[in-house]
């Protein structure tokens, strides 16, 4: 089992960058993915972003060019880089992982709030 701790969400104008951290601890795996999700209010939670042990990237179209996911294996953390937010990039963001060929975790953490002001 893996515990995922968000942080480094805050609220930012437009326009205006932010990184957020998932510090990841317990048990992990050989072949392991690691991703970032969002929810806005009233809406579903959606697939922002992932990084698998080879370092292949994949982003949900919406962020490609403005979000960058990356890793640090000794700190056992993700980030998650994002430049140019928009008003629609205003949700609460959460980590999670994954064997490769598995679900992802069923387990949730509190997230961290993102809010992008104009």
């Known amino acids: 089992q893996v515990q995922l701790v968000e942080s480094g969400g805050g609220l930012v104008q437009a326009g205006g960058s932010l990184r957020l951290s998932c510090a990841a601890s317990g048990r992990t795996f050989s072949r392991s993915v690691m991703g970032w999700f969002r929810q806005a209010p009233g809406k579903g939670r959606e697939f922002v972003a992932s990084?698998?042990?080879?370092?292949?990237?994949t982003y949900v179209d919406s962020v490609k060019d403005r979000f960058t996911i990356s890793t640090d294996n000794g700190k056992n953390t993700i980030y998650l880089q994002m430049n140019s937010l928009k008003s629609e990039d205003t949700a609460v963001y959460y980590c999670?992982?994954?064997?490769?060929?598995?679900?992802?975790?069923?387990?949730w953490g509190q997230g961290t709030q993102v809010t992008v002001s104009s």
């Open positions: 999670n992982a994954r064997e490769s060929g598995r679900n992802w975790s069923p387990y």
């Open positions: 990084i698998s042990w080879s370092g292949g990237r």
